[in-house]
């Protein structure tokens, strides 16, 4: 906030203002960060690392794809077809709801990480993810819904509430936390895991680009709306898919012995 304000002062009032409060933020963060680890740091080469952090890297590339594919298919093809009046409500909608859930599950896979990254964890994260599978949906259903009509209500008569636009952004609210909880159960398993996690991520963001591009000329927010919630339907059922398959402790420890455990380069979708 301090640079935003001080750019606000300063009479600049524009775009301009967020994006170079995000960068400075950003950068400030990195500083303090290498700073404060400063005397852990040595300047070395080692190959072997080199590659263990390249395979890490590129999962990470390939997630922020995934997010790119989420965020900004619909506000493009929504501005590019129709006008920034849809996009402004398209907005509305996917912040009142996926946004929120998106955020939620930030601090959700900031606990789970550490406690599925062993075998036990593992299994027992999978097991109390089955049993409340259905009860935690209905609950982020509900709240979800709450949320979004509250924040409509905020918005104001500019940002009309349409049951059925309210009903399809919940539901893709829902089921990007259900999708998010299992990507992070996957990645803190091992590697592999982490393959499957990026996988279920790409599968959603690509999935949701390639049905914005279909369905959103044709049918405007309503498409957005769908194309979001199909898209990470299908992330879903392929990790419902994948789980299904079993995966015994001891491959898991012989997998997590030979390639380290993951450090959390990446946030799921």
Known sequence: PLFLVVFLLGGVRDYRAMIQTLCLSLATAAIFSIWSVKRYLRPRFDPACFRMIFGYAAMAALNLLTMACVIAPGRIILH???????????????????????????????????????????????????????????????????????????????????PGWLLLFTLSATLILLHGIASTLFM?????????????????????????????????IWGAGTALMAAYALGLAYYGKISSVPTSAASMRSETQAIPEPMGPTSPL
């Open 80 to 162: 590019h077809v129709f006008g920034p009046h849809e996009v402004g409500i398209f907005s509305a909608y996917f912040t009142a709801t996926a946004q929120i859930s998106l955020a939620l599950l930030y601090m959700v896979s900031s606990v789970l990480l550490p406690l599925a990254s062993s075998p036990l964890g593992q299994k027992e994260a999978w097991q109390s993810f089955r049993s409340v599978l259905a009860p935690l949906s209905a609950a982020a259903f509900c709240l979800f819904a709450l949320g979004a009509l509250l924040a409509l209500a905020l918005f104001g008569r500019s940002y009309p509430l349409r």
């Open 188 to 220: 803190a398993r091992d590697f592999s895991g982490l393959r499957i996690s990026v996988t279920g991520n790409l599968i959603a963001g690509l999935a949701n680009l390639g049905l914005g591009l279909a369905l959103i000329p044709r049918w405007g």
